[in-house]
C-alpha cells in the first residue's frame, strides 16, 4: 500500500511540474517530466510503457 501512496505523490508532483512547464512556453521539458513518471509507472506497476504515457497525458489534461 506504501509503495502506491508513493507512486501517486511522485507522479502528483511531477504531473504539477509539468503543468507549470507548459505555463512557461516548455512543451519539450513538460513531455520530459510525462515520459519520467511513464518510466516510474513501468518498474512500479508493470504496465506497458506506451500505455503508461498515454494515461499520464490524459491526466496532464485533465489536470490542466
Avoid: F, W
Amino acid at each position: 500500500m506504501d509503495t502506491a501512496k508513493n507512486t501517486d505523490r511522485y507522479a502528483r508532483e511531477l504531473l504539477y511540474e509539468a503543468a507549470r512547464l507548459l505555463s512557461i512556453r516548455c512543451p519539450r521539458c513538460a513531455m520530459a517530466r510525462i515520459r519520467r513518471i511513464a518510466r516510474h509507472d513501468v518498474e512500479t506497476t508493470g504496465v506497458n510503457y506506451d500505455q503508461a504515457v498515454r494515461n499520464r497525458i490524459r491526466e496532464l489534461d485533465t489536470l490542466l
